[in-house]
């Protein structure tokens, strides 16, 4: 168990060094305590939220619901392969390299 | 009070009649604007990349396109884009470092239907990077300064696209607007600004940051041209299934100059506490202007507006976390040098390519979708965000529309906010709830301040209601033009 899950939704505090880490963003121990104080300021305030009583109301996802919206299944072309490659920051033999995930 | 600010500048309407009558050409118009951008551009920093003999060769393209009889909507009209859609050739930077060198591989459904009337795409402007800000402030590559105050801030985050319409550097642009980012910029810059309702206009080809909040709309000198660009880009898309396949209505005919038999609500949470009284004196002014030209107004209450902003920096944080996990550093964008294994690759590009706005909000998204915190926060947030959206519902069974102030404050000045972002968030209040509830709202410009700074009316319609507000902003706009109805 993480130091996190302990704590229990009522808890307000964040942990920014922790979260961070889930957001795969690497922070100077500046970025950190600037963060971590800025947060902490918002995550107090979001906790409004649970002021209204929202006992038996549905959750909006989205403003205006819509279902099973389909298109024609017809073929048609995709984005031009050397337009696309040409953005990314690196490409052997025409794939996307990156740096080695298995041994 | 309500003076005309927006006399001297260039619309699309005017110029397409003069194109057509063959008073001007498309290349003479674009000419005109390249010109201005390199006047006074340097002072105000709206654009980010412009390229003139592209845009001139469009241009041309468009005066052969009419030489050949094939009229067009917006045939040879400049259109500026915030940074955020892709228009195929051209970068699409987010103005972050990320995405430096991205070329747009493809046109936004917006962008394409646009071309496909022969507008032509000059230049991309600035804002808060990946949209995140109220200030511009949060640009990885510059500032951009108030056209009415350098020493201001033009709002945003589409506030590139605000200060090049109301410093003529432009004749209409594009922005999004996903708590207000077209609405707020273009009341800090003295022009009118439209966000259509969530589902109007396809979304497809602009950079995701919150994609049950994000739409696209636009900034112009009038209503008039609001309701042209709008005309073109509307309507169902198969590139984005969110995009509602509902009839698009004529909406230059629901430009009319009154508001007889028009039932027109205020409500009470939006004139409380933190509001300016420089910001409330014009907006009731113009308030007594709608009941003037025949309008029914009648106070009502959107009981659950205190809880707006908490409601939507927790949704938006969310979904802009999950929507900029791709940025990774593996198919577009910017990779950190060290990338010794995937996990240090990840990190230090993120941690290079984004600014402090963006990287706060990630995390905070990531926070509050995290285990043992997702029914806390994000369910109950969207809880709450069905209470906004009846208190919304049951204001428009008894009103065609709503009246109230964009913004609670005059334009900032610039660095006054900049590393405080609850204080940023609050400024939000009014424009949030807009896109909580999925409906439609503009932002037109209704006098000044003691200072001279602009101050925007807000005019909300309910879904699909964009005639109404379209209505209300133009009776209101030709009468605050009419020396004779001033107050």
Known sequence: MTSEEGRGADAAAIDVAYVARLARIDLTPEEQARFQRQLDEVVAYVRKIREPDTSGIEPTAHAVAVRNVFRDDAPRPGLDRGEVMANAPAVVQGLFRVPQIVE | ?487
Not at chain 2, 426 to 438: K, P, R
């Open chain 2, 1 to 487: 009070m309500a003076e005309p600010v927006n006399r001297a500048l260039p619309t699309a309407h005017a110029a397409l009649a003069r194109l057509r009558r063959g008073e001007c050409s498309s290349e003479e118009l674009v000419r005109d604007v390249l010109g201005r951008i390199r006047a006074t551009d340097g002072g105000i920093g709206a654009y980010l990349w412009v390229d003139e003999e592209d845009a001139l060769g469009q241009a041309r393209a468009a005066d052969a396109r009419r030489a050949a009889g094939n009229e067009g909507r917006l045939l040879g009209v400049p259109v500026a884009v915030k940074d955020v859609l892709n228009v195929r050739g051209q970068p699409c930077t987010c103005a972050s470092r990320i995405l430096r060198g991205y070329v747009a591989p493809y046109d936004a459904t917006a962008v394409a239907r646009l071309r496909a009337e022969g507008a032509v795409f000059a230049g991309r402007t600035n804002m808060d990077e990946f949209a995140m800000g109220s200030t511009t402030e949060n640009s990885a590559v510059q500032v951009t300064r108030n056209p009415r105050d350098p020493e201001r801030v033009p709002g945003g985050s589409s506030g590139g696209a605000a200060a090049c319409v109301a410093a003529g550097e432009a004749v209409v642009a594009l922005g999004t607007d996903t708590g207000g980012s077209i609405r707020q910029p273009a009341a800090f810059c003295g022009c009118v600004g439209l966000k259509p309702s969530y589902g109007r206009v396809s979304r497809y080809g602009l950079t995701a940051f919150a994609s049950s909040l994000d739409q696209i709309g636009t900034l112009s000198a009038d209503v008039r041209d609001a309701a042209l660009m709008l005309q073109v880009m509307a309507g169902a898309d198969c590139m984005d299934s969110t995009c509602l396949d509902a009839p698009v209505p004529d909406y230059g005919a629901a430009l009319r100059d009154d508001l007889r038999g028009m039932k027109l609500g205020i409500p009470r949470e939006y004139f409380v506490g933190g509001l300016a009284p420089e910001v409330e004196t014009p907006v009731r002014t113009a308030i007594e202007q709608c009941r003037a030209l025949g309008a029914e107004v009648a106070e009502l209450s959107l009981p659950h507006t205190e809880y707006a902003i908490a409601t939507y920096y927790v949704i938006a944080a969310a979904e802009a976390s999950a929507n900029l996990a791709r940025f990774d550093g593996v198919r577009y964008g910017r990779r950190a040098r060290a990338e010794s294994d995937p996990m240090t690759m990840y990190c230090r590009t993120r941690a290079e390519g984004f600014g402090a706005e963006v990287k706060r909000r990630v995390i905070l998204g990531t926070y509050v979708l995290s285990s043992g915190y997702y029914d806390a926060y994000y369910l109950t947030a969207q809880r709450v965000r069905t209470l906004i959206r009846r208190d919304f519902e049951k204001a428009f069974a008894h009103c065609d529309a709503l009246l109230a102030p964009v913004a609670p404050s005059l334009p900032w000045r610039l660095g006054e906010a900049a590393d405080d972002p609850l204080k940023m968030y609050l400024g939000d209040i009014y424009t949030v709830t807009a896109n909580l509830a999925g409906i439609c709202g503009m932002s037109v410009p209704c006098g000044s301040s003691a200072d001279g700074l602009p101050v925007g009316l807000q005019i909300l319609g309910p879904a699909l209601g964009e005639e109404k507000v379209l209505r209300v902003g133009h009776a209101y706009e030709a009468s605050a033009s009419r020396p004779a109805a001033g107050p």
